[in-house]
Nanobody, 121 residues
Framework: QVQLVESGGGLVQAGGSLRLSCAASGSIFSINAMGWYRQAPGKQRELVASITSGGSTNYADSVKGRFTISRDNAKNTVYLQMNSLKPEDTAVYYC???????????????WGQGTQVTVSS
């Protein structure tokens, strides 16, 4: 019923930038908070940044000042602008959203399939 599709990952040199996008589609009547998580090999998945429907944001300490999360509510899309990338930012990045489904009028947490970000030194 609902899908989150990420794009924008890739290989970049340290100090470079990437912009991730995540578009939600399906039988959606509303979207609350959305966020980006990441998981590096051998590590637990961690929150990178989140944004409420009203635009309030929250960032992990490790990315503050370098990453910016934003959303376009009309397009049901959330973005993650990543600047000054470091090798330790290498991970699979996942989009997550709290999405209201038309058929049940309830909110559920959905995840995207993940997109690989690799930062070379």
């Amino acid at each position: 019923q609902v899908q989150l599709v990420e794009s924008g990952g890739g290989l970049v040199q340290a100090g470079g930038s990437l912009r991730l996008s995540c578009a939600a589609s399906g039988s959606i009547f509303s979207i609350n908070a959305m966020g980006w998580y990441r998981q590096a090999p051998g590590k637990q998945r961690e929150l990178v940044a989140s944004i409420t429907s009203g635009g309030s944001t929250n960032y992990a300490d490790s990315v503050k000042g370098r990453f910016t999360i934003s959303r376009d509510n009309a397009k049901n899309t959330v973005y993650l602008q990543m600047n000054s990338l470091k090798p330790e930012d290498t991970a699979v990045y996942y989009c997550q959203g709290s999405i209201g489904v038309v058929t049940t009028t309830k909110f559920y947490r959905y995840w995207g399939q993940g997109t690989q970000v690799t930062v070379s030194s």
